[in-house]
């Protein structure tokens, strides 16, 4: 059995099972999801602040996963946080939420649009895109002006308006695809199909698919990040 960390990089083990129900719907046959959260941590990463907060619980969750002999890592965060940081930490595949989305729905259409929760995340989410080199593909970014606790009071309302803000964007700003900044679920995928015309890309299952074809390839061909150059190691780690 194939195991793979999926990292919840927050204080609270309250986004856990959305997360494992989300896996169990679409993961194949070998492979076993190690859905931890931080033992401290913020309530969530919408603020850079957060995200600085968050690294030293993320990095310990990954060498540790590593060390039980999980085949790769996510980041269940859209803003990737710590993807270089840990890429330098250890030698299995890690997975950016965003990156592995953004990179699958650069397959499915000429442009995608982004459904962000708040104006707050865009200008991080437009640098990662463009980071990614997916600048030119990038229709635009359509905020629902939720952020965390509100899609978490509510979730139906969040997805409610991701259907409204993905019709815009394919209408109004030219997308052919739309890729959510949230994890859904699949009742959710399957309003989506019947009222939009445009795919939709769920970042939780994009990077937990994408995640599977990268423990697969690390397991089998030895194929992980570079040690050469951006993501070598530093020669001692100075905390923890």
């Not at 960390?5 to 856990?16: C, E, I, R, T, W």
């Amino acid at each position: 059995m194939t195991k793979i960390l999926y990292a919840n990089p927050v204080g609270s083990k309250s986004f856990d099972a959305d997360t494992v129900r989300l896996i169990d719907a679409i993961k194949s046959p070998g492979y076993e999801p190690v859905v931890r959260a931080l033992k401290e941590g913020p309530p969530h990463l919408e603020y850079h602040t957060y995200e600085h907060e968050a690294l030293g619980g993320l990095l310990q969750l990954f060498v540790d996963a590593e060390a039980e002999g999980c085949a790769a890592g996510i980041i269940g965060c859209f803003y990737d946080g710590g993807l270089r940081e840990l890429r330098e930490m250890v030698r299995m595949p890690v997975v950016g939420m965003a990156e592995a989305a953004l990179a699958v729905a650069a397959t499915m259409g000429h442009k995608f649009s982004i459904i962000v929760g708040r104006r707050k995340w865009i200008p991080k989410m437009e640098d990662n895109a463009v980071m990614y080199g997916h600048g030119r593909r990038l229709a635009s970014l359509r905020s629902v002006n939720m952020g965390i606790p509100d899609v978490e009071a509510d979730p139906q309302a969040f997805f409610d308006a991701c259907i409204r803000e993905g019709r815009k964007a394919v209408e109004e700003d030219g997308a052919e695809v739309i890729v959510l900044s949230e994890i859904a679920t699949p009742a959710f995928w399957e309003q989506a199909r019947q009222e939009l015309d445009a795919p939709i890309v769920d970042p939780g299952v994009a990077c937990w698919k994408w995640a599977e074809m990268v423990a697969s390839m690390y397991e089998k061909v030895g194929y992980s990040h570079s040690k050469i150059g951006g993501f070598e190691a530093p020669p001692v780690r100075v905390h923890g």
